[in-house]
T-cell receptor, first 116, second 116 residues
């Protein structure tokens, strides 16, 4: 069985602050994919990043960065200089790296509120 | 535009009524999924399919049925709607995660269902 835990239910910051969203996962699989999705108030799910388990290199994309640490089973997401448009619910998710029963398991999400 | 199309976007059902949520994808993905999203609970898997004619239960299948007669379509049937089925439903599709063509999951825009 696999599990994704996002312990932060809601985070409130003021614009331009940096914020880190935590994600801890459990899986018995040795190879897997990790994802982050953004769900803005409009409701759609927006893909942010995919990381496979054999690539622990951290990644930066503009104001977004991701810190993957296999030793602690964590895949944290940092937004630098947050903006009001970053306000959304963010989901971390996990899927095994094999066919057959391969489905995406989501955390419960972290709601980020960025105020002006 | 290529992607996953869900209809309807909104629906109000009375208790005991039935309905079918439609989902179609034009990316020739083998795998298709139905998730439901309840407030603060993340997304939970209802049913999934790894190909035409093959379906299997996810985490919360009770009260739902699916079929997969074609690669493109994966309808979700609600029989005898209950207030507990009030939720937002997302359909998704992907290639198998162990294929080189796998890049992640494509989600539809969701169906907001209210059972009164």
């Amino acid at each position: 069985a696999q599990k994704v835990t996002q312990a932060q239910t809601e985070i409130s910051v003021v614009e331009k602050e940096d914020v880190t969203l935590d994600c801890v996962y459990e899986t018995r699989d040795t190879t897997y994919y990790l994802f982050w999705y953004k769900q803005p108030p409009s409701g759609e799910l927006v893909f942010l990043i995919r990381r496979n388990s054999f690539d622990e290199q951290n990644e930066i994309s503009g104001r977004y960065s991701w810190n993957f640490q296999k030793s602690t089973s964590s895949f944290n997401f940092t937004i630098t200089a947050s903006q009001v448009v970053d306000s959304a619910v963010y989901f971390c998710a996990l899927t095994p790296f094999y066919s057959g029963y391969s489905t995406l398991t989501f955390g419960k999400g972290t709601m980020l509120l960025v105020s002006p | 535009n290529a992607g996953v199309t869900q209809t309807p976007k909104f629906r109000i059902l009375k208790i005991g009524q039935s309905m079918t949520l439609q989902c179609t994808q034009d990316m020739n993905h083998n795998y298709m999924y139905w998730y439901r999203q309840d407030p603060g609970m993340g997304l939970k898997l209802i049913y999934y399919s790894v190909g035409a004619g093959i379906t299997d239960k996810g985490e919360v299948p009770n009260g739902y049925n699916v079929s997969r007669s074609t690669t493109e379509d994966f309808p979700l049937r609600l029989e005898l709607a209950a207030p507990s089925q009030t939720s937002v439903y997302f359909c998704a599709s992907s290639y198998p995660p162990d294929r080189g063509s796998f890049y992640g999951y494509t989600f539809g825009s969701g169906t907001r269902l209210t059972v009164v």
